[in-house]
């Protein structure tokens, strides 16, 4: 092709010269532009590691890059990238100006590509936009993370929340830590037993974890264990999200029991009322029927208002009244006959010393829950997410908040002495 053409492309990419583009290829009918782009014989190649001027060794076999589009055509750059030979470091490839080490896409076309990622709702989408497969989205994902989480700073992070989730149709399980005051997911593992909670611990680094105040969690025996052995200093806070998700699953079993029983005697009343009871506040065209409801002396209304009144544990001023209000709190739903409610009362007992801990460190997980849409969609993208990493790194990806934006290669800063 005219020789002005390749001039013209190399200007188009900001190469610099040595560099220049031989070659500019259109294929009309895959709609693709290939730019070959070459280093001349003889011309010094600077060792990726030392930055020393060194001679050119040979050439590795050509390789291809995806750019940004133009026009309606996919853009290609394709280089035989030298290798040099360094007195110091032996035979090295060389680094290239338009793409990180190891990428199959430019620096322009991966930071465009982790901005249609970002902006869209499922990863077939964004895939169908960049006119990619899946598994290069992922690959693109999975680059991006790395980058960001080496970046990444946890300078000042002083209380964590720890929680698991479903994955995989509730087969399996995810274990998650995560930044209560600057909220982001900072690590994702599999599994949710003791070692594996260990790991979402030992992922930060080491000095950091020390500075760690504070840790929100469920009263599993898991997620206490590990923070004793990984982080023995850390104040355990089992938060009232959880301890208001216990209370509301004995309510609803005692509802459902006492459903059962009336039903049996045709009466009906606590049909379909179920999410009557879940939540401190019931819809205003609720509130005659639940009124009713309330008056009619059920254990289903007992059970919600123990439930009810342990909101106010929250509220008290200081560990001692908060210790004071449990001990009587506790005793009323003893008296009670509500089993349910009392296998809770007796767990938070058990565990009343890490419940006392909110008022030194008044953390939830909740805020951990705010992140569980956000994850619902990426686990309802669930494409390839077999292998556990995939899943992992696009949580990461999306709700990580990490710095994604792709860097190009800096050049080499000293010259030959
Ligand atoms: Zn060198």
Redesign the pocket.
């Known amino acids: 092709m005219d020789e002005s053409v390749n001039e013209h492309y190399r200007q188009l990419l900001k190469l610099e010269a040595p560099w220049r583009v031989t070659s500019v290829e259109k294929d009309l009918v895959e709609e693709t532009v290939t730019i070959k782009v070459g280093w001349p014989e003889r011309t010094a190649v600077a060792?990726?590691?030392?930055?020393?001027a060194?001679s050119l060794y040979d050439r590795m076999p050509e390789r291809t890059w995806r750019h940004l589009s133009v026009m309606q055509y996919l853009l290609e750059l394709r280089c035989a990238v030298p290798r040099c030979e360094?007195?110091?470091?032996g035979v090295?490839t060389m680094r290239v100006p338009w793409a990180e080490p190891g990428s199959r896409f430019t620096v322009q076309f991966e930071a465009f590509a982790v901005a249609v990622i970002t902006a869209c709702r499922s990863l077939t989408q964004a895939a169908d936009l960049l006119r990619l497969h899946w598994d290069s989205v992922q690959r693109l994902i999975d680059r991006a993370v790395e980058r960001g989480l080496a970046r990444r700073s946890t300078q000042g992070l002083k209380r964590v929340g720890l929680d698991e989730k479903s994955f995989l149709r509730g087969q399996r399980y995810i274990s998650l830590m995560t930044d209560l005051k600057d909220p982001r997911v900072l690590e994702v593992v599999e599994g949710r037993d003791t070692l594996q909670a260990v790991a979402l611990w030992t992922a930060l680094p080491e000095d950091q974890r020390s500075k760690v105040e504070a840790a929100a969690m469920d009263m599993g025996a898991n997620f206490v264990a590990a923070t004793r052995l990984a982080a023995p200093k850390v104040a355990i806070v089992h938060d009232r999200f959880h301890v208001a998700k216990h209370l509301n699953d004995a309510v609803d079993q005692t509802r459902r029991q006492e459903a059962a029983r009336l039903a049996e005697k045709g009466d009906e009343s606590l049909k379909k009322t179920r999410y009557l009871w879940l939540h401190g506040t019931v819809p205003e065209q609720h509130q005659a029927t639940f009124t009713e409801l309330l008056e009619m002396n059920l254990k289903t209304s007992r059970a919600w208002l123990y439930k009810e009144q342990m909101v106010e544990f929250w509220t008290q001023p200081d560990a001692a009244r908060g210790e004071h209000f449990f001990t009587q709190w506790y005793r009323t739903v003893m008296r009670s006959r509500l089993p349910k409610v009392k296998a809770v009362a007796r767990t938070l007992k058990a565990h009343l010393v890490n419940l006392l801990t909110y008022f030194q460190h008044p953390i939830s997980n909740a805020l951990t829950e705010g992140f569980n849409s956000k994850i619902q969609a990426i686990k309802a993208d669930a494409r390839g997410f077999r292998r556990f990493q995939n899943y992992r790194a696009r949580i990461l990806f999306f709700c990580g908040k990490l710095d994604l934006a792709p860097q190009l290669p800096s050049a080499p800063t000293h010259s030959v002495p």
């Open positions: 060792c990726p590691q030392c930055g020393r060194c360094c007195p110091e470091h090295k």
